[in-house]
């Protein structure tokens, strides 16, 4: 009874905290993934999976082309897929190896204020709306779209460094390879269809402060695997995410 009044009344905030919770143990997973596996591998090898799981329910559902698609719309959605996804999670899972899931995510809780600040200063945009909710293409579509851009960047890229084979070399472990399968299952397509689904149902300033609840989440994460966590380390995720509160709450 309780369940079904929270899925009716509070439906897209449950999706975006189960989106935050996801994303939040996808990190620690890439964490101690990124321990053996270099970055470029580790992204090339999500994305294809999450290519695999897109287009196979894409398949299923009969959805076999994206509906009022234009050249510019490709290639912006291309070129985002280029930057945020085969740059961004590059540099994203090198930040894990480096400072851990939980310092990660907590820095990572810049991108929202980041965003809204750019986008005033170059596009003079006010922040109003959720970009992939308002558009026609359906959230499926524009996250294949995107997860293709970055894995043709990555295609580029991984012949330039030295010695490449040797970073898929611990793919050849089936053990890595299904945990790496699980992961992108619930982080990449899981995931994004919690998001899509909170900005859908759920004004937007309240979908993405929740949706940025990652570096809370991390916090139980890293005590149960036995991290020592300060209490300056819940002061600044309180602090961060009072932040995107305040900046999203007005619109």
Do not use: C
């Not at 580790?42 to 509906?67: E, M, R, W």
């Not at 490449?164 to 990449?188: D, N, V």
């Amino acid at each position: 009874m309780l369940l079904n009044f929270l899925i009716t009344n509070f439906g897209g905030e449950l999706a975006a905290l189960g989106a935050a919770f996801l994303w939040a143990l996808s990190a620690v997973i890439y964490a101690h993934l990124g321990q053996k596996i270099l970055p470029l591998a580790l992204n090339l090898s999500k994305d294809v999976i999450a290519i695999a799981f897109i287009a196979l329910t894409l398949i299923v559902q009969g959805n076999y082309l994206p509906t009022d698609m234009n050249a510019l719309s490709l290639g912006f959605l291309l070129l985002s897929g280029v930057l945020g996804i085969g740059l961004g999670d590059t540099f994203y899972f090198e930040a894990l190896n480096h400072l851990g899931a939980r310092r990660t995510l907590l820095v990572e809780a810049l991108a929202p204020p980041l965003s809204a600040f750019i986008a005033l200063i170059f596009l003079q945009e006010a922040l109003t709306r959720a970009a992939l909710a308002e558009t026609a293409i359906s959230p499926l579509w524009s996250t294949l779209l995107r997860l293709i851009g970055g894995v043709l960047v990555l295609l580029l890229w991984i012949p330039l460094q030295k010695q490449p084979h040797l970073g898929f070399k611990p793919l050849q472990s089936k053990q890595l390879l299904g945990i790496i399968t699980i992961t992108a299952l619930f982080s990449t397509y899981l995931g994004i269809l919690l998001q899509q689904t909170a900005l859908k149902y759920t004004a937007t300033g309240i979908a993405q402060s929740l949706l940025a609840t990652s570096p809370l989440f991390v916090l139980p994460i890293a005590i149960g695997m036995g991290e020592v966590v300060s209490p300056r380390a819940f002061l600044g995720v309180l602090v961060a995410l009072g932040g995107i509160g305040l900046l999203f709450g007005n619109h």
